[in-house]
């Protein structure tokens, strides 16, 4: 019998039971996991936030298994067919899949071939040539023939005692459990293009004629697969190795068929017979199922890793540096519709708003710059946030002549990702900020305020629109959903937030709040003014003790008269503080920033019941520096002059980017012509790297070079080892450096071209 959830929940996580205890506890009594992680460290023993979201993952599916062994045991025993041995394989079951195995011969189905012939009364004869062999199945079957039953003749009753063989072989969970680690081990997936398709499924062709191990596929490829299904191009299937060769052997799953049951050939009259059986046993039952089975594995290994890297993209994207409270001029590049401009004060406000049109077809390069002057003046712009889409660089020129004629006001000018930006112009949420601002200007509010602050700009934006992930519609639109609105309340909470400018849709991704608790915490605060302490939020409608509890350490209040309101030191454990000042006799203001006489005390000293050696510690750190930012120092990416379009690239060039995505297989990085480039993982670094967020995060600034561009196709193929030599040109053997290594050698050899790479990334990307 397995041990109980806690205790195999804790093997799994390499943690003591007691935490898992903990952990679950709290859990279930409606704590959060930003809060868990955060201020009950003693109860969970340190437990960090990807411990447990693993665990609350875990945590649900070993629950959904004991409910469903509980309905298993029930469905079983009321048939009258629960053995204490089949009991005991059902406690046993570790996974979904093996318990289901063991439930398959009880579970009710459809009126199959088999159940009309053991309703013939043929399960004798199948009985009969199983356990002897040296019985004439001819013979055997004649005593079986009956019309009245449906048997008319002999070839009707083997025909029904095979049916009835079939399907019990197929349904012997200790067969189906080694089949299908053989399947697993050794299966290969094969894929062959539609006849007629080739034209219309051109995207497809790597995989026209494709042949790859099943557990090697990665999660790219897997889903390139699926997709070439769904669109019916591609043909799939799953074959063992024996079957691909020339000619093709028989499957060794028919034979472990056949040894299952003790079938073998011995020139016994039944044998021939049997053997059939076993052989159509596999090929049109278990062969099937399986195939449908692990094809399913795949694809939710591959949609798991898909969403984990979208859901490491978006952490990465969401806690990018904030340029800060500063005056910001956000540009929304159009060519023919204009360059749509709006001004955002330092909190974020709206000041101002505009339409340029300084490209085709009206070609007022003068007159735009007349107006973005003017209003640069007048609110005092500090930064200009530009747009990535169409005209992106050319409106960067603009904002460069902007520059020059307001040298004192040192301007700066950053292009930002647009990515989501139109989805949240057209959103209910931008309407109701801006009922009477029109849609294509709301776009340029929000690339101003997404440079200030791309975390509480892109939380109202439904993170699958941001553009950070691979074949994302591909995956399961609900597991993708939960797993990245868990990073955008990790990365919310890791932060904090100002309760007294912070929108509603940031508060509501605060630990323990909800959509109504944020509208009525910005409610009360446009009718009562700013918030003059966190205990002023016990005010606020609806938000009860146990709320206040779950979410009063991630908001910040600036300006309180407690300085503690500012930091993350919960207000449960502000008597700790008091303590602590009590006791070197300093008020708090003055040993906030003291780091000399901070790391002298001993936290064990003002540890009690309640408050243990880790929240202690966190409390020292954090009056070190109260409400720190866990995100870097903001920097940009300076494009190089010149390089606008990918026409003015060439090979070797050396620019800088900005890495805009990162897949299994390599990254995406913004180099200012329109297209990203895309460096394959072999080219990230002078190593062999087996993941690349090892390298690169979304956000990051990098030097690549330039190995090959394809101005028909939109590709570019950029590699970040500045040693590597432009495709086609003399490498004198040091373009892989480290190359003498296993595994870097290893990793050259699979790297594709740098065309073949550049389409990998251009058709996962769109």
């Known amino acids: 019998m397995l041990p109980p959830i806690p205790e195999r929940l804790a093997a799994e996580l390499n943690v003591r039971p007691q935490q898992v205890a903990a952990a679950v506890e709290l859990l279930d009594e409606g704590a959060t996991v930003p809060f868990i992680s955060r201020y009950r460290k003693e109860a969970t023993g340190g437990l960090d936030d990807t411990q447990m979201r693993l665990l609350e993952e875990r945590l649900g599916y070993l629950r959904e298994l004991e409910e469903r062994r509980v309905a298993v045991i029930n469905s079983i025993e009321e048939q009258g067919k629960l053995t204490p041995e089949l009991h005991a394989e059902i406690l046993d079951a570790d996974t979904k899949q093996r318990l289901e195995d063991l439930y398959l011969p009880y579970k009710q189905k459809r009126r199959t071939k088999a159940q009309i012939?053991?309703?013939?009364?043929?399960?004798?004869?199948?009985?009969?040539?199983?356990?002897?062999?040296?019985?004439?199945?001819?013979?055997?079957a004649a005593k079986y023939i009956d019309a009245d039953k449906g048997v008319p003749d002999v070839k009707a009753a083997l025909d029904g005692a095979r049916q009835i063989l079939?399907?019990?072989?197929?349904?012997?969970?200790?067969?189906l459990g080694e089949l299908r680690e053989r399947l697993s081990d050794e299966g290969i997936v094969v894929s062959a293009v539609v006849a007629g398709k080739e034209e219309a499924g051109a995207k497809f062709r790597d995989y026209f004629d494709y042949s790859e191990a099943i557990r090697e596929i990665p999660s790219h490829r897997a889903l390139a697969l699926f997709r070439g299904r769904n669109e019916d191009v591609l043909r799939l299937a799953l074959k063992m190795p024996e079957e691909l060769q020339e000619p093709p052997l028989a499957s060794p799953c028919e034979r472990r068929v056949a040894m299952r049951f003790g079938i073998r050939d011995e020139q016994r009259p039944a044998d021939r017979w049997l053997l059939e059986t076993a052989?159509?046993?596999w090929m049109v039952k278990i062969s099937l199922h399986l195939e449908l089975e692990l094809m399913n594995a795949l694809r939710e290994r591959a949609e798991e890793e898909a969403i984990?890297?979208?859901?490491?993209?978006?952490?990465?994207?969401?806690?990018?540096?904030p340029a800060g409270p500063r005056a910001t001029m956000g540009l929304d590049p159009g060519i023919r519709t204009?360059?749509?401009?709006?001004?955002?004060?330092?909190?974020?406000?709206?000041?101002?708003?505009?339409?340029?049109?300084p490209h085709e077809p009206r070609r007022d390069w003068d007159g735009a710059l007349h107006t973005l002057t003017q209003l640069a003046k007048k609110h005092r712009v500090d930064l200009i946030s530009i747009g990535n889409g169409t005209a992106s660089r050319e409106t960067d020129k603009l904002a460069g002549d902007l520059i020059k004629l307001l040298p004192e006001q040192k301007i700066s000018k950053i292009v930002v990702s647009e990515a989501g930006a139109s989805?949240?112009?057209?959103?209910?949420?931008?309407?109701?900020?801006?009922p009477d601002l029109d849609v294509s200007l709301r776009g340029a509010v929000s690339i101003a305020r997404r440079l200030q602050d791309p975390l509480a700009e892109l939380v109202k934006i439904d993170p699958k629109s941001i553009g950070v992930g691979q074949y994302q519609h591909d995956v399961s639109q609900t597991h993708l959903a939960r797993a990245l609105d868990a990073v955008v309340e990790d990365c919310v909470n890791a932060v904090g937030v100002d309760v007294n400018t912070a929108s509603a849709p940031l508060l509501t991704r605060i630990s323990g709040l909800n959509t109504g608790l944020a509208a009525g915490i910005v409610a009360y605060r446009d009718a009562n003014g700013p918030f003059p302490s966190r205990a002023a939020l016990m005010k606020v409608p609806r938000l009860g003790e146990k709320t206040f509890e779950q979410a009063a350490g991630f908001l910040r209040i600036n300006g309180s008269e407690n300085p503690l309101d500012a930091s993350s030191v919960h207000p449960e454990a502000y008597p700790v503080v008091e303590r602590i000042l009590a006791d070197i006799r300093k008020g708090v203001r003055d040993v906030i920033g003291d780091i000399a006489l901070l790391k002298k005390l001993d936290a064990r000293k003002y540890t009690d019941e309640k408050f243990g050696l880790p929240t202690v510690q966190d409390i020292l750190k954090e009056l070190e520096k109260p409400g720190r930012d866990p995100r870097p120092e903001f920097k940009s990416a300076t494009f190089r002059d010149g390089v606008e379009d990918i026409k003015d690239l060439q090979p070797g060039m050396l620019l800088e980017g900005v890495v805009t995505n990162v897949a299994n297989f390599g990254a995406f990085v913004d180099i200012g012509v329109h297209q990203d480039g895309l460096v394959?993982?072999?080219?990230?670094?002078?190593?062999?790297?087996?993941?690349?967020?090892?390298?690169?995060?979304?956000?990051?600034?990098?030097?690549?070079?330039?190995?090959e561009i394809d101005v028909k196709r939109q590709r570019i193929a950029l590699t970040m080892r500045l040693a590597d030599a432009p495709k086609g040109a003399a490498s004198g053997g040091e373009t892989m450096k480290g190359g003498s290594k296993p595994a870097?050698?290893?990793?050259?050899?699979?790297?594709?071209?740098?065309?073949?790479?550049?389409?990998?990334?251009?058709?996962?990307?769109?």
């Open 308 to 321: 984990r890297v979208f859901a490491r993209n978006l952490h990465d994207l969401l806690l990018a540096a």
């Open 117 to 140: 012939a053991r309703e013939a009364g043929l399960e004798p004869l199948a009985d009969a040539l199983l356990d002897d062999p040296q019985l004439s199945p001819d013979a055997e």
């Open 279 to 281: 052989r159509w046993a």
């Open 166 to 175: 079939m399907e019990r072989f197929a349904e012997d969970a200790q067969l």
């Open 680 to 707: 394959h993982v072999s080219a990230l670094a002078n190593r062999y790297v087996k993941d690349p967020h090892d390298v690169v995060k979304a956000g990051d600034v990098v030097k690549v070079k330039v190995l």
């Open 338 to 357: 204009g360059v749509k401009v709006a001004v955002v004060d330092a909190t974020g406000k709206l000041l101002d708003t505009a339409t340029v049109y």
């Open 744 to 766: 870097a050698r290893a990793q050259q050899r699979e790297a594709e071209p740098a065309g073949a790479m550049a389409a990998a990334f251009a058709r996962l990307k769109r």
């Open 423 to 434: 989805v949240y112009s057209a959103s209910e949420l931008a309407a109701k900020e801006f």
